[in-house]
T-cell receptor, first 110, second 114 residues
């Protein structure tokens, strides 16, 4: 089983709609969680950290479910500029490495 | 603020030629440094990481090597490139804190082997 698993998509969503992605992780000792976005042929960029109580940043909401070992990302009122690949990222305490999922591809359709 | 510089942006090399990619970070001290490779349409593969000068951890055995001659400089090298070395090479840094901090990436180097 992969350490971090994501549905690769693609998700084709009309502009203005709400879209949600889930990501599951296998290590119950995982401590830190992040969402990154990667545009085509560009470097990954940090979108947001994911906190235990859930957190929101504008149209983006991230949630963590430790019992079921998954994190989610919700995008409301989607924009054309949200089209990208979204990477789920997990780290374990004392480990200087991050584990990246292979990403979920999102395309917003006008 | 912290910035990360990676060069060159694009590189075309013949099989069997050497490689040197350089990455530098500004605005922070004693960062963790990382080299990743991303093949076309694939996920990120961690190649090397470093928690201090001269300290290199290798994740994948291959014909690549890494060095950290200075606190904020990380170099990826190869003596003889293979066709399979083609890909998008990314350098990243993070604050040292037991892996609880996110990583921040440079713009990447797109390497094509002919």
């Amino acid at each position: 089983r992969k350490e971090v698993e994501q549905d690769p998509g693609p998700f084709n969503v009309p502009e203005g709609a709400t879209v949600a992605f889930n990501c599951t992780y296998s290590n119950s000792a995982s401590q830190s969680f992040f969402w990154y976005r990667q545009d085509c042929r560009k470097e990954p960029k940090l979108l947001m950290s994911v906190y235990s109580s859930g957190n929101e940043d504008g149209r983006f909401t991230a949630q963590l479910n430790r019992a079921s070992q998954y994190i989610s990302l919700l995008i409301r009122d989607s924009k054309l500029s949200d089209s990208a690949t979204y990477l789920c990222v997990v780290s374990n305490f004392g480990n200087e490495k991050l584990t990246f999922g292979t990403g979920t591809r999102l395309t917003i359709i006008p | 603020s912290q910035t990360i510089h990676q060069w060159p942006a694009t590189l075309v090399q013949p099989v069997g030629s050497p490689l040197s990619l350089e990455c530098t970070v500004e605005g922070t001290s004693n960062p963790n440094l990382y080299w990743y490779r991303q093949a076309a349409g694939r996920g990120l593969q961690l190649l090397f990481y470093s928690v201090g000068i001269g300290q290199i951890s290798s994740e994948v055995p291959q014909n690549l090597s890494a060095s950290r001659p200075q606190d904020r400089q990380f170099i990826l090298s190869s003596k003889k490139l293979l066709l399979s070395d083609s890909g998008f090479y990314l350098c990243a840094w993070s604050v040292w804190q037991g892996g609880r901090q996110p990583q921040h990436f440079g713009d990447g180097t797109r390497l094509s082997i002919l």
